[in-house]
Nanobody, 115 residues
Framework: QVRLVESGGGLVQSGGSLRLSCVLSGTIFDLRVRRWYRQAPGKQREMVALISSDGWSDYADSVRGRFTISGDNADDRVVLQMDRLKPEDTAVYYC?????????WGQGTQVTVSS
């Protein structure tokens, strides 16, 4: 059974940093991409960053230059380093692993940035 578990969320002041980690237990056949999403209260879930199985990464414009996504060669972990955090980064952050046909989600971790 596949399970994704996020950790690393918390409360930080504006300008600070947090490091989110997501660990996979179980096996995903033909894993293609690992992503981080976030959802703020009253807003739609949005993609923050992704890293493909061949190492290509991309970011939402709102976090580009401040956040860095990375993953290990075993494809069982993805990390989101978040620097220069802003109050508007406050949200529940979810990791997502996907192959061609199935998306797997973690339970989410709360990130709160105070001004």
């Amino acid at each position: 059974q596949v399970r994704l578990v996020e950790s690393g969320g918390g409360l930080v002041q504006s300008g600070g940093s947090l490091r989110l980690s997501c660990v996979l237990s179980g096996t995903i056949f033909d894993l293609r991409v690992r992503r981080w999403y976030r959802q703020a209260p009253g807003k739609q879930r949005e993609m923050v960053a992704l890293i493909s199985s061949d190492g290509w990464s991309d970011y939402a414009d709102s976090v580009r230059g401040r956040f860095t996504i990375s993953g290990d060669n075993a494809d069982d972990r993805v990390v989101l380093q978040m620097d220069r955090l802003k109050p508007e980064d406050t949200a529940v952050y979810y990791c997502n692993f996907a192959n061609r046909s199935v998306d797997y989600w973690g339970q989410g971790t709360q990130v709160t940035v105070s001004s």
